[in-house]
């Protein structure tokens, strides 16, 4: 897949169904369960071991190749163990056992240490998508969320969820805003099936509160262009921001008014 030029490309690293099926080896395990599809721990994807020196080195020469392109940047989609008590392959335990970490630590480890090399590697802007876990995601998912900041331009969490009551919205971005130093990203998700445009439009006034940027995730350039045209010319859109002292993003719907 050729990247896009003058955008920010998504990397997605160890979320990778297509190696996952022609070495199904590389999938992490816990107990024997494999982190996959299908599975009762019902992952959306299947889940590389993050700690496989080969499938990293594929990872890196992916993304500097990448970095070569005329892109915005590169934003890191994916990069964590798929769930607490993953990985327990024998690669896993021979590295946290030589390393005489705690295996929190270990995990942590793993994880700052791939996002490290990639910016060793890269001139191009860095960004990094998290698990929405303000709280265990370091337990979890080996996500520290200190140490993964030395290394990236911007942090970025998905918080897809249905917008027609967003006080879990404010209570996740309030928390994660808190803890974070570097740029904060939110993307919220505006695809298929898609929510409500009146329920977007408040996902957007609470998002725009902690974000320094928003992200309406689509996946599709019609469904986006059709968004925009209907919160730029909705009027009672346009009250809703006005009355909520949400001048950022009535700038942008002014933005967009040119190109609808």
């Given amino acids: 897949m050729q990247p896009l030029p003058e955008a920010w490309n998504v990397v997605n690293c160890f979320a990778d169904n297509t190696m996952a099926e022609k070495d199904p080896s590389l999938i992490a395990s816990c107990v024997g369960m494999k982190a996959k599809r299908g599975t009762p721990k019902h992952f959306l994807w299947d889940w ?110 998905p918080l897809y969820m249905d917008y027609s009551i967003v006080y879990w919205l404010d209570i996740l971005a309030n928390c994660f805003r808190k803890k974070l130093s570097k740029p904060y990203f939110i993307e919220l998700y505006a695809g298929h099936p898609r929510a409500p445009t009146k329920y977007l439009a408040s996902a957007l006034a609470v998002a725009s509160t902690y974000a320094d940027a928003i992200i ?13 045209r209907e919160l730029a010319t909705d009027s009672s859109i346009r009250k809703f921001f006005e009355e909520r002292g949400c001048e950022n993003l009535l700038e942008i719907l002014k933005g967009w008014e040119k190109i609808v």
């Fill in 48 to 157: 590389i071991c993050p700690s496989r020196p080969a499938y990293r080195t594929y990872c890196m020469n992916f993304i500097r190749e990448l970095a070569t392109q005329k892109i915005a940047g590169i934003r890191l989609d994916s990069v964590c163990f798929p769930r607490e008590g993953y990985c327990d392959c024998e690669t896993c335990t021979n590295s946290l056992r030589e390393s005489g970490m705690d295996p929190v630590d270990w995990r942590v480890n793993q994880i700052g240490s791939f996002v490290r090399e990639v910016r060793e590697n890269i001139g191009c802007s860095l960004g990094l998508t998290l698990e929405p876990d303000p709280c265990y995601g370091r337990e979890r998912f080996g996500l520290d969320l200190a140490v993964l900041s030395e290394y990236v331009d911007f942090i970025v969490t």
């Fill in 216 to 228: 309406l995730s689509t996946y599709q350039a019609s469904v986006a262009r059709s968004l925009q």
